[in-house]
């Protein structure tokens, strides 16, 4: 394998990929993306796990339908549902979601086509699921999306410090569902704003999808409205 990938890195190389090779995920990366997500579980008070090696998750009709093939992990994002859950699942989704790009793997987030029935029983009572993120060795590495233009998706676009232009290009390159870029940022005093702008489906998880990439890449704290 050759050298680690840097998160901004991974955000440029990341795309989502749907089709999978049969090469199982080793056992130390395993480790590595386990530890990863329990830290991430204590900073963000959820239940994040992985499957590995379970084929059943994405086994059903829908997900052939949303034309995933041979997912064999995914990462399923639970946890009680409390204030800013749905926010929080995607900031944390993403996180895990990025470095398992740097070691090499391939995702991609379903809200939708996969197996709900089954993976809610993985669930434990009292708490809720969100969605997965499937996971694997892509069959290719995914092509770039269709994006927004930066003015698009800012408040000002004019005369922002350079951290912030590059925490939006950042944000533009992350996944939204079904590619919908329904945010806006907003910089204020050097202070950065999130927000939903507009009606769309799992806006809240692509809110915070987004605003890992902007921190990931500018350095700077988002706040949500
Ligand atoms: C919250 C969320 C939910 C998604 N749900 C699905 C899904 O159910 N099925 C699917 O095939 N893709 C799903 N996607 C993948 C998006 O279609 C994809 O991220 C988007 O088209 C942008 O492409 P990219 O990830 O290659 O940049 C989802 C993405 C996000 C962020």
Known sequence: MGRILSVAEAIDARHSVRVYKDFPIPEEIRKQLD???ENCNKEGNLH??????DADGFDSRLAHYGSFRN???YIVLAGIKQDDFDIRCGYYGEKIALYAQQLGLNTCWAALTFNKKLVKKLIPDGETLCMVIALGYGETAGIPHKSKK???VVS???????WFQEGVEAALKAP???NQQKFQFVCFNEKVVARIKGIGSFTKVDL????YHFEAVSGHKVGFV
């Open 35 to 37: 530890d990863f997500t």
């Open 48 to 53: 994040i796990f992985i499957r590995y090696n």
């Open 71 to 73: 997912v064999k992990n």
């Open 150 to 152: 930066y003015s698009e």
């Open 156 to 162: 000002i676009a004019d005369s922002q410090p350079e």
């Open 176 to 178: 939204t569902a079904m």
């Open 208 to 211: 915070g999808i987004v605003a």
